[in-house]
């Protein structure tokens, strides 16, 4: 059985694994540092919760791998005085890791029992600036917008324009892009004053981004 003592070594050598692997921005040590992982990872895998891999998690889908969240959470260039939406809010710890840093996170999840879960955990974790929203990811929630940051959970195979839209100018969206069986790359997309401006980053597998609110699940 892990003992608390376990967790913190865990914990140590977790980070200075990011560090290693060359996630250098402080605010997003710190943010992960702050978060508990193994809050938001099934019950049979809170010994592994800071083991660098993805795990599964309700509804089919994946808590991704600390690594990549640190990663995509460096590429969006987080402020504190940012608004920042998340589409696929899945177990909550990317949402939760973007809490600690930006001062409001409006995150979408297509599963109502992903979403509800989530809520839960960012209660009872005290993580008030995060708001859940039921719906189609690809919709976002444009009565929010416009939103200093984007960032996208899941592989869409082009860009969402519609998201695109509830970007704020200067804005920076960050997402996995490619098919769902071929390769697929983070990208990191700026809206400059003279048009968008595309930054491709490292090879990556997520699950697919699809359309629509799942069926009540």
């Known amino acids: 059985m892990t003992t608390i003592a376990d967790q913190r070594v865990g914990r140590m050598e977790f980070l200075l694994n990011l560090r290693r692997r060359g996630i250098a921005d402080a605010a997003v040590l710190r943010a992960i540092d702050e978060v508990p992982r193994e809050a938001f990872v099934r019950p049979e895998d809170v010994e592994q919760a800071y083991v660098d891999h993805a795990m599964p998690i309700d509804c089919g889908q994946t808590i991704s791998q600390p690594f990549i969240v640190a990663y995509m959470t460096e590429r969006l260039a987080l402020e504190p005085g940012h608004r920042v ?20 996170v409006v995150t979408v999840e297509r599963y109502r029992t992903l979403a509800e879960s989530a809520r839960q955990r960012f209660a009872t974790l005290g993580y008030d600036n995060i708001e859940v929203v039921v719906g189609d990811g690809l919709l976002g929630v444009p009565e929010q917008a416009p939103y200093d ?3 996208v959970t899941a592989a869409a195979e082009s860009i969402p324009r519609g998201l695109l839209e509830q970007l704020a100018e200067g804005g920076i969206m960050v997402l996995p892009l490619g098919p769902q069986d071929g390769a697929q790359i983070i990208v990191r997309l700026t809206k400059a004053p003279h048009g968008l401006v595309r930054e491709n980053f490292i090879a990556v597998r997520f699950v697919p981004l699809l359309p629509g609110r799942a069926r009540e699940l």
């Open 149 to 151: 940051r984007i960032i």
């Open 85 to 104: 939406l998340e589409v696929g809010t899945g177990s909550g710890y990317q949402a939760a890791v973007l809490s600690r840093i930006a001062a409001k």
